[in-house]
C-alpha cells in the first residue's frame, strides 16, 4: 500500500510528505530544524515544554509542531517575531526554576537547555523562581544519580522507562508546582524496580539523571604506588569514545583508546573482550550441554545486568532459562585476580580492576555481593580475613567518565598514536567485538557451537539475520541436521515479549540473547550523549568493521583462551569455571520491594 | 482488610477508571481516611499496575489523602476572592486555635493534622462559592461569610463534640 502523500507550504516552500507526518517533520525536509526541548526524537512526544511553536494560517493559536500533524494546503511560519518571542519566553520560563549552575554541573557544554539558551538568545533570566524548596538528590541507587532539581519535567526519563524499556521505575508524581519526577513513595531508584539501564540519563536533556561518578577513586587509585591499576574495555567503548573526544559518530578508535588509557597511567591494559571470549567458551558449552541433558531451554544470555535485574524483578519464576554464566566484565575480574595474578605473581589483594563500560547497570552489577569469586578463590590459600574481602571488579565506569578523564588530564585523543592492548588478557577475536551490538553474542556463539558441535568448519561465519536494529530477531541454524531456532532482543520492552512466549509455554527457541538498551551495548546507557538510531547504527558499522579487521574470528581459537584452559580452568564448565566464572541470581520480584503481606 | 479491597478490586475490574475508583473505595473504608504504602502495594500487585503509576495517580489527586487524616476536615478557601476577604488570616486563625504549625516546607505540604488526629486543616483553590466569600467548609458543610469571630465559635463547637468512638 502506497503511503498517501499530501502537500503544504512551509515558510512559502511548497512540500509533499507522507500523511501523518508531523510539521517538526515537515520542517526538516525543507531545512528548518525547529528547536525542541522535551521531543523525544525516534520515541515519543510530550508536547509539554512548548518551544517547537509555529505559526498556521488561520489558527489563532501558535501550534506545537512536534504533536501537530501536516496537512494538505496547511500554510506554516517558522519564523517570525511572535514565534520566536512565543519560544523565548516558554523558555524563560523553564529556566525560571532551573538553577543556574553550569559551570558546576557535569552537563555543562553538552546540555540540551544550555544549549537552547543561546540558540534562542537568552540573555537574562527575568523570571523569579516560584519553587520555594530545594529536593533532595536521589543517591539510593549505585548506578544513577537524580538531581529533581535540574529536572525541567520534560518527560523524556518517564517515556523511555516505560514505553521503550517497560520498566515503570519512574513517574510524574504530584501535581503543579510539587511535580516531579520520582519513584513509588519517593522511595529512591535504589529501592525501586529500576534496571539501571540508564537509558534515562541517556535522553535527559540536563543534569537531572546521571551516572554515579567514580572518577575519583579512580585517579587516586592509579596514583597508588602500592596497586597495580587493570583497566578491561568493553567493545561498544571503542565505536563510542571518540565522539566524546570530538571525533564523528561511531569512529572507530581502538587503538587511540588504548594509547589513551595507557596514558592515564593504568599499570596493564587489557581487554574485556578477552573474557567475552571466555564467555563463548563456557556458554557455548553451557548450550550444548542443555541441548544434550534436556536441560532449561530456551537458555538466554546473561551479559547485560540491566537485563538481569529486569528478569529477577519482573519474571522471577523463570530465572533457570538464564545461563548462569557471568557477564565478560565479570569474568575478566575473576580470571584478573586469580589466574593474571599467578602468572604476574601480583597479590591479588593489590590489584585494583577497573572496567570501562558503555552501561551504568555496571556499576550495580560490580558490586552484587555475589562476585567476589576471587577471594573465595584466594580465602584458604592466603587466609584471607572477612575484612579483606575485596570484589572481583573494583570500579565500573561509563564511556563519559573515562571521556571526562581524558580531559581533565588534557590528552589530544584524535592525535594519539595507535597501540596495542597488553598481553595476556589483551587478546581477542572478531566474535568478541560483535558482543557490543545487538545480536553478536548470539552470532559469536553460533559461530563456536557450531563447531564444537559438527567438528566441521563453518561455511560462513557471518550470520546477517541477526544484525540490525530489528528490536526481535531470528534465525534457524541447523547443525547437524537438528534445526536450532535462535532469538535476539534488543530493549526490554522487546524482551518482554519473549519473556510471555516463555511464561505461556509455547516459546520456540532454544537460545535467546537479550540486551537491555536499543542496539545492544553500544547504544548502552553510559554511552556518550547523544545517542540516537542514526548513532547507533554508525557505531554498529564500526563493531562489525572491526569484527572485519581480526584475522581470527571466532571465540575458540583465541589462543590466549586456549592457554587459560590448558594452565588453569582444564577445561569449559569445569570445577574451576564453576566457581570463578558462573553465579546465580535473586528472585526479587516487582512489589516484593518492601515488607509484604 | 485484604479481603474488602479484593471485593472493591474485583468490582470495578476491567471497568474504565477502574484505578481511581479503586483507591476511592479503598480510602474511604480505611481508617483515618488515607492510602497508605501497604494498601498501594496490595492494589498495584492486585491490579498489576505498575507502582510508579499507582503513586503517581495518588499523588496527582488533591482528593487522596497519603497520610492519616482526622476526624473533621477543615478546609479553607484560598482563592483569589476569598483572600481578597481575608482567607489568610482566617487560616493563620484556624491553625493557630488548633496548634498547628505551618513546617517550613511549607509548599510541599497539603494538609496539616493535630496529633490527636480529631482535625485535619487543608486549603483549596477555589470553591466556585465566590460571592460567598471568604468561605471554608468543614467536612461536608460549606460556612460562607466566614469572620474570626464565626470561625472562632465554629471550631469550639466542634472541639466540645464527643470524639468518635
Not at chain 1, 520542517?27 to 512548548?50: A, F, M, R, Y
Not at chain 1, 580531559?407 to 557490543?436: C, H, N, W, Y
Amino acid at each position: 500500500m502506497a503511503n498517501e502523500m499530501i502537500t503544504l507550504c512551509i515558510d512559502s516552500q511548497e512540500v509533499t510528505v507522507v500523511k501523518g507526518t508531523t510539521i517538526l517533520d515537515a520542517c526538516l525536509q525543507v531545512g528548518i530544524k525547529i528547536p525542541t526541548l522535551c521531543h523525544l526524537e525516534d520515541i515519543s512526544s510530550h508536547g509539554s515544554c512548548g518551544i517547537c511553536v509555529v505559526e498556521v494560517k488561520n489558527s489563532k493559536r501558535l501550534v506545537r509542531s512536534c504533536i501537530t500533524s501536516a496537512l494538505p494546503g496547511m500554510e506554516v511560519s517558522t519564523n517570525n517575531e511572535r514565534i520566536r518571542a512565543s519560544r523565548k519566553l516558554n523558555l524563560e520560563l523553564v529556566l525560571a526554576n532551573h538553577p543556574l549552575e553550569c559551570l558546576t554541573c557535569e552537563r555543562n557544554t553538552n546540555c540540551e537547555l544550555q544549549s537552547l539558551a543561546q540558540q534562542l538568545g537568552v540573555r537574562e533570566s527575568r523570571f523569579q523562581r516560584t519553587k520555594r524548596n530545594l529536593i533532595p538528590l536521589d543517591y539510593s541507587s549505585s548506578s544513577l544519580v537524580r538531581d529533581p532539581n535540574k529536572c525541567i519535567l520534560c518527560n523524556r526519563c518517564v517515556e523511555v522507562c516505560s514505553q521503550v524499556q517497560g520498566v515503570h521505575a519512574i513517574d510524574i508524581i504530584g501535581r503543579g508546582l510539587r511535580s516531579k519526577v520520582s519513584t513509588f513513595m519517593d522511595k529512591g531508584l535504589g529501592s525501586s524496580v529500576c534496571t539501571n539501564c540508564g537509558q534515562c540519563a541517556l535522553v535527559c536533556p540536563t543534569g537531572a539523571i546521571t551516572e554515579r561518578s567514580h572518577i575519583e577513586e579512580v585517579f587516586s587509585d592509579i596514583a597508588n604506588p602500592n596497586l597495580t591499576t587493570i583497566v578491561q574495555t568493553a567493545p561498544a567503548i571503542r565505536v563510542g569514545i571518540g565522539e566524546a573526544m570530538g571525533m564523528p559518530w561511531g569512529a572507530l578508535v581502538t587503538g587511540q583508546m588504548v594509547a589513551g588509557l595507557r596514558r592515564l597511567g593504568f599499570s596493564k591494559v587489557f581487554d574485556t573482550q578477552f573474557a567475552a571470549d571466555l564467555t563463548i567458551m563456557e556458554e557455548g558449552h553451557e548450550l550444548i550441554s542443555r541441548i544434550q541433558k534436556k536441560g532449561v531451554l530456551p537458555m538466554i544470555t546473561s551479559c547485560s545486568p540491566g537485563w538481569i535485574k529486569y528478569i529477577e524483578h519482573f519474571y522471577p519464576e523463570q530465572l533457570d532459562h538464564l545461563s548462569t554464566c557471568k557477564s565478560p566484565q565479570q569474568m575478566f575480574g575473576a580470571i584478573a585476580k586469580t589466574y593474571y595474578a599467578q602468572q604476574a605473581g601480583l597479590d591479588p589483594r593489590n590489584i585494583r580492576v577497573v572496567s570501562i563500560m558503555p552501561c551504568t547497570a555496571k556499576k550495580f552489577e560490580a558490586g552484587r555481593s555475589e562476585m567476589d569469586g576471587a577471594f573465595e578463590f584466594w580465602k584458604e590459600e592466603m587466609a584471607l580475613s572477612e575484612g579483606e574481602r575485596f570484589a572481583d571488579v573494583d570500579y565500573a565506569l561509563t564511556t563519559r567518565e573515562l571521556a571526562s578523564m581524558f580531559k581533565r588530564v588534557g590528552i589530544q585523543f584524535a592525535s594519539l598514536p595507535e597501540e596495542e592492548f597488553d598481553s595476556p588478557l589483551g587478546m581477542s577475536t572478531g566474535a568478541a567485538v560483535i558482543f557490543g551490538a545487538t545480536g553478536g553474542v548470539m552470532e559469536a556463539a553460533l559461530r563456536t557451537a557450531y563447531e564444537v558441535l559438527t567438528k566441521k568448519s563453518l561455511p560462513s561465519i557471518d550470520f546477517t539475520d541477526l544484525r540490525g536494529m530489528d528490536g526481535i530477531k531470528e534465525a534457524t541454524v541447523d547443525i547437524n541436521g537438528t534445526a536450532l531456532r535462535v532469538a535476539v532482543a534488543n530493549t526490554l520492552g522487546n524482551a518482554r515479549t519473549l519473556m510471555e512466549q516463555i511464561q505461556e509455554g509455547t516459546s520456540p527457541y532454544a537460545f535467546i540473547e537479550v540486551m537491555a538498551c536499543p542496539g545492544g551495548c553500544l547504544g548502552g546507557g553510559g554511552q556518550p550523549i547523544p545517542t540516537n538510531e542514526a548513532i547507533r547504527k554508525k557505531r554498529a558499522a564500526s563493531i562489525y568493521q572491526e569484527d572485519r579487521n581480526f584475522e581470527v574470528r571466532k571465540s575458540h581459537e583465541n589462543s590466549e583462551i586456549q592457554a587459560l584452559y590448558k594452565d588453569f580452568l582444564i577445561e569449559p564448565l569445569g570445577e574451576k569455571s564453576h566457581h570463578l566464572l558462573h553465579t546465580t541470581y535473586t528472585k526479587r520480584g516487582q512489589y516484593a520491594l518492601f515488607d509484604s503481606f | 482488610m485484604y479481603e474488602l479491597f479484593d471485593t472493591i478490586i474485583a468490582t470495578y475490574k476491567g471497568k474504565p477508571g477502574a484505578l481511581l475508583s479503586v483507591l476511592e473505595e479503598v480510602q474511604r473504608n480505611t481508617e483515618h481516611t488515607y492510602l497508605n504504602e501497604q494498601a498501594l502495594l496490595y492494589i498495584a500487585e492486585k491490579m498489576q499496575v505498575p507502582l510508579s503509576q499507582v503513586y503517581s495517580v495518588a499523588t496527582f489527586y488533591s482528593f487522596f489523602n497519603l497520610k492519616p487524616q482526622g476526624e473533621h476536615t477543615i478546609t479553607v478557601c484560598r482563592g483569589t476572592a476569598c483572600h481578597t476577604r481575608g482567607s489568610k488570616p482566617l487560616l493563620d486563625d484556624v491553625m493557630a486555635m488548633l496548634g498547628l504549625i505551618e513546617t517550613e516546607e511549607g509548599e510541599d505540604e497539603s494538609s496539616y493534622t493535630t496529633e490527636d488526629m480529631r482535625f485535619t486543616v487543608r486549603t483549596v483553590a477555589c470553591f466556585g462559592q465566590c460571592a460567598l466569600a471568604p468561605v471554608l467548609a468543614v467536612d461536608e458543610v460549606i460556612y460562607s461569610k466566614m469572620t474570626a469571630d464565626k470561625l472562632a465559635t465554629l471550631l469550639k463547637q466542634l472541639m466540645a463534640k464527643k470524639v468518635k468512638a
